[in-house]
């Protein structure tokens, strides 16, 4: 068995190709150093449209160069990606039914509206159960119900979330895009809600509530839009489920009921005969974030690329800690991804120029609801039908080496391949994703790509560590997730093990370069849901 000892080996990336086995040492001094910098108090959480954005994109810049990258955007390092940042300011409690609850410890809420000032004012609420219209699954929540002018209180994830197996209408355990609360809002919309409101509970919404506090307070950033955000609800927010719980006993029900009902087929919405109020204003700036793009030319094919995406924002000053640190560093989210960003473009640059490009992208506005790569998928600096595939990097767990990975969406394209080939090298076995309810694979850069048919690995270092076996892998997820994810504490330590994050960058290593010197092109399995949309890009492009 392999112990701690050799743990300096994974700071080897193997990389199995066609032509030969090959190495490359992964710049472990490189990690440490741009994962320092970028999450330190000087760059204040790196949120867009700050001064600690421009210090990132120019550090970015300055480190892309010296990797050996040239500008990859027509001459240019970056790609501007228009944005609105909405302030809310002087936030009423949401009063239902004559009760009022505080802003932050009971609910949280904003605007996609571009307007000065917003008021909810006696809108009806409507338990609309998952929030969920899905035709194809022979699913409508907000079947036989007007909600013009009403407020919808709607749960979490999706309807069998809580099932042991895969297996369900909306995929078992495993959360599909119709848990995600970025579509319930968007849903409410379409419906014509006046308001739209989640319950938080920790289990299916794979967080706490110390998160949605922190990620739904201060300035909030969205794609600049042509209608200002009129189309959207007035309020979208979140409460605890404590929270919910009241307002249900207020209106003469009982929320595990209503939970329960909600999970079957044939439910239907629920007007509760009580209403929801608040206002608040709002402080409107418009502005050009950016997503850095660099990018290694082939030698042989230089007009088909291999990407590789991780996102360098974070969100900036937050909820203060306990002890009144209000910069929300980012160090392992995503400080240490754009790190690897980095280290991988070095490693491929010292490797040699493989026959295809291999194209780097740090994207703005992750944070914000995938907005930077959201608007490259939209508006690509390389064609996504001439984009081979890629991986995508999001917090890189610094918990020492694991046997395992982990694949986010495992099973859903020709990528597996070479993934697996790439973790056989290492001594490594893949393991499936520990937490599907999360629904990960609807929460990070690569979905942008992925739903415009481009086929993206979501890849990340197991939970079956070296030092302590599943427990300790276990032990050490949740307590980021319950002490920094989101927060002022996740900041860089000096202390930190290296070796599994080397160990993980080999990895990425591995596949970029087979991808990169192959002439294959990967697609998404028989049946996928992004299959279709790949094969339309693929007729309509160049490659493929």
Wanted: proline share 5%; aromatic share 10%.
């Amino acid at each position: 068995m392999l112990t701690r000892t050799l743990a300096p080996l994974y700071a080897l990336a193997l990389s199995t190709v066609a032509s030969a086995q090959e190495t490359a040492p992964v710049p472990v001094d490189t990690l440490k150093d741009v994962t320092r910098v970028l999450a330190s108090d000087e760059f204040e959480g790196r949120a867009p449209g700050t001064p600690g954005e421009e210090k990132t994109i120019a550090y970015l810049e300055e480190q892309f160069a010296a990797a050996g990258l040239e500008p990859g955007n027509n001459g240019s390092w970056v790609q501007e990606v228009p944005l609105v940042e909405i302030t809310a300011q002087n936030i009423n409690p949401l009063t239902i039914a004559g009760t009022k609850y505080a802003f932050g410890d009971h609910w949280v809420g904003v605007t996609y509206r571009e307007q000065d000032h917003v008021a909810l004012e006696d809108s009806e609420i409507v338990f609309v159960g998952f929030g969920i219209n899905a035709p194809e699954r022979g699913w409508n929540d907000y079947a036989g119900v007007d909600m013009h002018g009403k407020t919808a209180l709607i749960l979490v994830n999706d309807a069998d979330y809580a099932a042991d197996t895969l297996e369900g209408t909306f995929n078992g355990r495993a959360m599909t895009y119709y848990g995600r609360w970025t579509y319930k809002f968007e849903e409410a919309a379409r419906q014509g809600a006046a308001g739209a409101i989640i319950v938080h509970a920790d289990f299916p919404a794979a967080y706490g509530w110390n998160v949605v506090e922190s990620s739904w307070s201060g300035p909030q950033v969205y794609a600049a839009r042509n209608d200002g955000g009129m189309s959207q609800t007035l309020v979208n927010g979140w409460v605890t489920h404590d929270v919910a719980e009241q307002v249900a006993a207020a209106a003469g029900m009982d929320l595990a009921q209503m939970e329960q009902a909600a999970s079957h087929p044939g439910f239907q919405a629920v007007p509760l005969g009580i209403k929801a109020s608040t206002s608040f204003d709002n402080a409107i700036r418009r502005f050009a974030s950016a997503n850095v793009v660099g990018v290694l030319p082939g030698t042989e094919r230089p007009d088909e690329y291999v990407l590789h995406t991780a996102h360098w924002d974070h969100l900036g000053r937050c909820t203060p800690a306990p002890d009144g640190d209000d910069i929300c560093n980012g160090a392992v989210d995503n400080a240490t991804g754009t790190a690897a960003l980095v280290a991988l473009a070095k490693m491929q640059y010292e490797a040699g120029a493989p026959a295809r490009s291999l194209a780097f992208v740090a994207v703005t506005a992750e944070e914000s609801g995938l907005l930077g790569s959201e608007y490259y998928g939209a508006n690509p600096v390389f064609p996504l039908s001439q984009t081979v595939g890629g991986v995508n990097m999001d917090a890189l767990y610094v918990l020492g080496p694991a046997r395992d990975v982990v694949a986010i969406g495992g099973g859903k394209s020709e990528l597996d391949a070479t993934l697996e080939r790439a973790v056989e090298a290492q001594g490594r076995t893949i393991t499936a994703d520990p937490n599907p309810q999360a629904g990960y694979y609807y929460r990070s850069d690569h979905f942008s790509l992925a739903k415009r048919g481009v086929p993206m690995l979501y890849v990340k270092s197991g939970e079956d560590l070296f030092d302590g076996g599943f427990e300790a892998g276990e032990e050490g997820h949740a307590d980021y997730t319950a002490n920094r994810y989101h927060g002022p504490k996740d900041e860089y330590d000096p202390n930190w093990d290296w070796s599994g994050v080397a160990q993980d960058v080999g990895l990425y290593y591995a596949i970029g370069r087979e991808l990169a010197e192959s002439a294959d092109w990967p697609n998404w399995v028989e049946g996928d849901e992004f299959r279709a949309t790949r094969d339309a890009s693929c007729a309509a492009g160049k490659g493929c």
